[in-house]
């Protein structure tokens, strides 16, 4: 881990021995007695950790924070709700290249049995987003939904105020323009890399299920202004074309 991130609740108390960060701390960086390392708070700043105390239960820690972080980028992902392994290498490498949100969404051809997974009922997502902000050397986690259907999401998340007051937050400031792209093997216009995007643009970007778009999905797509767009011609695995879309996103956008 690039970074060791705490939770707001963890900073008051002496963090286990048990823990794999405490075990990362002494065995893998060997910091000692006055020794620090680099930390964040989840949501919030970077900083530095400094060992006052190691006792057989547990290290004991002081820490010094720096300013509130940047926001994240203006890219929102929609993606239709894959099977749970794809998910999380999904969460996990989608916060390290930094977007503001991730929708996992039902669509026309997505299995509805994916959605009572372990991964989403017992909250398990957040660990994947934490390693990718550590990974990243980041703090910000992404807002991540898994309850819409694609035409609720559509109505809800394209609204002139896109925030979730279920967080407490929203890493998305106002854009002077929008982009809204889809990746579709089959019925896109032109390739996402020809796209034009400015560094102030807000970008929604829209990734099918494993098995792809349906027609109602489509029609629903272009019916909210989203432009069908591709990655070539050859067929990505869903966590790669998650990958590759953003990285063409980026750098469109100035930020690589």
Known sequence: MNLILFEPAELSTP?????????????ILRRQLGDSVDVGLVD??????????????????????????????????LIGLPRPQTARDILRDATTLG???????????????????????????????????AQAFATLLPIVTHDRS???ALGELLSPTNSNPSQGHTHTPT??????????????????????????????????PERGWGQADRAA????GFT????GARVLRSETAVIAALTLVRARLGLL
Request: charged share 20%; glycine share 6%.
């Open 99 to 133: 977007v503001s949100a991730i929708h996992f969404i039902a669509t026309e051809r997505s299995d509805p049995n994916y959605a009572a997974a372990k991964l989403w009922t017992a909250g398990e997502w957040r660990r994947h987003c934490i390693t990718g902000a």
């Open 15 to 27: 963090l286990p021995r048990t823990d794999p960060r405490a075990e990362h701390i002494l065995k």
């Open 44 to 77: 919030g700043p970077l900083g530095k950790a400094t060992l006052v105390d190691i006792s057989e239960g547990a290290l004991t820690l002081t820490f010094t924070w720096g300013p509130p972080p940047q926001p994240a980028a203006r890219i929102t992902l």
């Open 175 to 208: 854009a002077t323009t929008f982009a809204h792209l889809a990746l579709d093997n089959y019925e896109a216009t032109a390739p996402l890399s020809k796209c034009h995007l400015e560094g102030d643009t807000s970008i929604v970007l829209a990734l099918g």
């Open 221 to 224: 797509l272009r019916m909210h």
């Open 150 to 152: 694609l035409n609720t």
């Open 228 to 231: 069908l767009v591709d990655l």
